[in-house]
């Protein structure tokens, strides 16, 4: 609520100094034409720009800063007070009223548990009210000192497009920082949690453990119940066996018959319908898998034979995986058999080969380094998939060959370890962490090798 | 020469062969038959359970622990609130990236690691999205925990790349004669990239975006992550009210035993699937009515 007006505030300060700035630059340049002294070096509406950009920048600067500090500044005012004396000593106790009355502070019809931090929300608030209004004048400060500055520029020789552009290519190179930054706050801030988790357990047992249960992790030798093995070995039998056991064959010749059996209205039709397949959320596709596949799969398990098949398999989240991952193996197919020359293939029908023979002994041979990246991509992509696996494949670790048991992966224990209700910190949430690592470094390698791959494979044909 | 043609072997090594082909070509369209199969099930099953549910009371209820109660409107609320404040920041974001690597950038080493972290980016599991989002947003800069204002930054993050990358080809395919034309009359680099290219690119950066913003959509494991599963029973009023999104309100109501979820859940997939197929429709039409071949 604060936050947006200040926000329309500061926007409308931008505006008035923006017509105000232009207006003076408009009159500066007739009195200059005027009195035969030329005119100004930039158009008036640039003066404009400059100064509202003088105004917007060190207002919203202000109460940028202003809001990360002023709670602290709240929070010391409180602790000030006689009422504060009675709060716990204990840092987390503290901490817990606090938040609660910082809530209440926020909305009174709030409920709360402890009558202390009733007793404190009226004083946040206070304190809270007297900060947001002296943060306000703060920011007005800000806008008029900026505005200040900014009309003692509007002279005749001033270079205002050339200092706009600047800003504007400043804020260019900061919007693509912040892929960077992206990448960097994912490494620091897994790396960091994973940092803590290997202080409590070693990384031998987690990477080379084939026992997982974090649940009963308590104590001493807590460390063998980290064992990753079998999360490891059900990200893969799940993600690049089964799926791709599915998506490989389907992708592959769906690929092959659109791209050279095809008509060019049958294949205007039946591509898009392809990629629809990739286009349904995997919420619906794990709900589909638990409510229709997963039960077909059981009826065969018992039909076949096995005792008290589970509900859950491996099999069925693989599968209904693999379906999903078809356009997308589909479509990188496409483009590498499109990337082969095409004498290469008018070659070997010149020779008296059939077309079934030369997709087969020709094009796909030639095309094979493109169609491998594109089966890493298509694993990097099923093995951080998790709405499916979460839906479908179960949360027992099993170390085991049989498709129909219930396995588990790496990002289903990521979402069941952070799910729960303990507390932050633990080494069980930590372990989600380190996990995340795992899944991220492999998937960056697969992605990585991919790319070169294709790239070279380009280049071989160019 | 004609005879070895004639001869009974030939003739069975050519039916051979014939026959080889006509396998193949029934295997390639069997692959393409049995993945729409798939699709085609799959909607027709959701279509069976869930559209006797979708009335009135479903569209405008929200979410309840009686199946006859519950409905959509909270978590579609939600939804929108945090398409907005994905669309506020990843749009200005990824198309401002887009002009600068496209446009201005040097050929240098900063470069380069720029453009491999977005490539790489728009790969990374969307769950790893929501593992920094639970790092930064909630465990570093304290942000109200299951509000559509952290789900929606996090998924900005994840659709930044996206946009970027479409925002990128489709200022490629602007020609050069139309940045020189502006040049030569006078236009600074800015005034050209801003008053010419931009405006031309247009159609097909908003193009990625709604694709982008369509698959941010159905995203549900990232929001996991950020802790949006909780029950919600009141639409939200503001970005930073608790809320539930769509795809997230199937994920809860699918584990419910309570048998009356089935219909509500296949109800919320086929107001999910509505909106996505009307999300690419519009990509689609806008890349047909604007799209300019030079």
Redesign the interface.
């Known amino acids: 609520m604060i936050f947006s007006i200040v926000l329309l505030a500061i926007l409308a300060l931008g505006l008035a100094g923006w017509f105000s700035a232009r207006g003076r630059a408009r009159l500066l340049n007739t009195r200059l034409r005027d009195t035969g002294r030329g005119s100004l070096r930039a158009v008036p509406a640039f003066h404009g720009w400059h100064m509202a950009l003088w105004v917007i920048v060190p207002a919203a600067a202000a109460w940028l800063i202003w809001a990360v500090v002023s709670p602290e500044l709240v929070n010391a005012t409180v602790m000030g007070l006689p009422v504060a004396a009675k709060l716990p000593l204990a840092d987390i106790d503290r901490a817990a009223v606090l938040g609660e009355a910082w809530r209440l502070a926020g909305d009174p019809d709030a409920g709360f548990f402890n009558p202390l931090a009733a007793e404190l929300a009226g004083p946040i608030r206070e304190a809270s009210t007297r900060y947001a209004l002296i943060g306000a004048l703060l920011t007005a400060i800000a806008a008029f000192a900026g505005g200040a500055y900014g009309l003692t520029r509007i002279r005749a020789d001033f270079p205002a497009q050339t200092q706009v552009e600047r800003g504007v290519m400043l804020l260019l190179l900061l919007a693509s920082l912040m892929a960077i930054l992206t990448t960097f706050g994912i490494l620091i801030s897994l790396v960091l949690e994973t940092g803590l988790f290997f202080g409590e357990v070693s990384p031998i047992d987690f990477l080379f453990g084939t026992h997982w249960s974090p649940g009963t992790a308590v104590g001493e030798d807590m460390g063998r119940n980290f064992g990753a093995i079998p999360l490891f070995w059900g990200t893969i039998y799940i993600g690049a066996i089964i799926a791709m056991l599915v998506a490989i064959p389907l992708g592959l010749m769906s690929a092959v018959y659109l791209t050279q059996y095809a008509t060019p209205a049958m294949r205007r039709w039946l591509k898009p319908m392809l990629e629809i397949l990739a286009g349904v959320p995997t919420v619906v596709y794990g709900y589909f898998a638990a409510l229709t596949v997963a039960p077909f799969i059981r009826d065969i398990a018992a039909a076949l034979g096995k005792d008290n098949p589970s509900s859950e398999s491996a099999l069925a989240a693989g599968v209904v995986m693999g379906v999903m991952i078809i356009p997308f193996v589909s479509s990188m197919a496409d483009d590498s058999i499109a990337a082969v020359p095409r004498a290469m293939k008018d070659g070997s029908l010149a020779m008296g080969a059939t077309k079934s023979e030369t997709i087969k002994r020709v094009l796909l041979p030639a095309a094979l380094p493109g169609i491998v990246a594109g089966v890493m991509l298509a694993i990097s992509r099923a093995i951080g998939e998790t709405m499916i696996v979460v839906m479908a494949a179960g949360a027992a670790a099993n170390l085991t060959l049989d498709p129909l048991e219930s396995m588990t992966t790496v990002t289903f224990q990521i979402v069941q370890l952070l799910t729960g209700d303990q507390e932050f910190d633990s080494a069980k949430t930590l372990s989600a962490f380190a996990l995340g690592l795992v899944l991220f470094i492999v998937t960056l390698i697969l992605n990585i090798v991919a790319l070169r791959v294709v790239k070279r494979f380009r280049e071989a044909y160019e | 020469m004609n005879n070895v043609w004639e001869t009974e072997a030939m003739a069975k090594r050519i039916a051979r ?2 026959g ?2 006509r ?3 029934a ?6 038959v ?3 199969a ?2 085609v ?2 909607l027709v ?2 279509l069976k ?1 869930g559209v006797t549910g979708l009335d009135w009371s479903f569209l405008s209820g929200s979410d309840s622990t009686d199946p006859d109660l519950a409905g959509v409107w909270g978590a579609l609320k939600g939804s929108l609130l945090t398409m907005l404040v994905t669309l506020a920041v990843s749009f ?3 198309v ?2 887009a ?3 496209e446009e ?2 040097p050929k240098n080493r900063w470069t380069d ?2 453009e491999v ?5 728009a ?7 929501g ?2 989002g ?3 947003f909630i ?1 570093l800069l304290h942000l109200p925990r299951s509000s559509s204002l952290v789900g929606g930054l996090t998924l900005a ?1 994840m659709t ?2 996206v946009i ?1 990358i479409s925002g990128r080809n489709a200022i490629k395919a602007v020609p050069p004669s139309i940045r020189n034309a502006a040049l030569a009359v006078g236009a ?3 005034q050209t990239v801003f008053h010419h290219v931009l405006p031309l690119a247009l159609p097909g950066i908003l193009t990625g975006t709604i694709i982008g913003m ?1 698959r941010a ?5 990232p929001l ?2 950020i ?1 949006m ?1 909780a029950f919600v029973a009141t639409p939200p009023e503001g970005v930073t009210d608790p809320a539930s999104v769509l ?2 309100q ?2 809860l109501w ?1 584990d419910e035993i309570d048998g009356g979820f ?1 219909q509500n ?1 296949s109800a919320a ?1 086929i107001v ?2 509505v909106f ?1 197929l009307a999300m ?1 429709g519009l990509a689609i039409y806008l890349r047909n009515k604007f799209e300019v071949r030079w």
């Open positions: 062969r014939h080889a082909e396998r193949f070509r295997m390639g369209l069997i692959a393409i049995l993945s729409m798939f699709l099930l799959l099953i959701m359970n200005p974001m990824g401002l990236a002009i600068y690597l201005f950038a690691m720029i972290s977005i490539n790489n980016l790969a990374v599991p969307s769950i790893i999205f593992l920094l639970l790092a930064v465990n993050l930044m790349p970027v600074s680099p800015v369509a959509l159905g995203e549900t494991a996991l992550m802790g599963r795809p997230m199937i994920f699918s089935v859940t997939i999910l699937l996505l690419n």
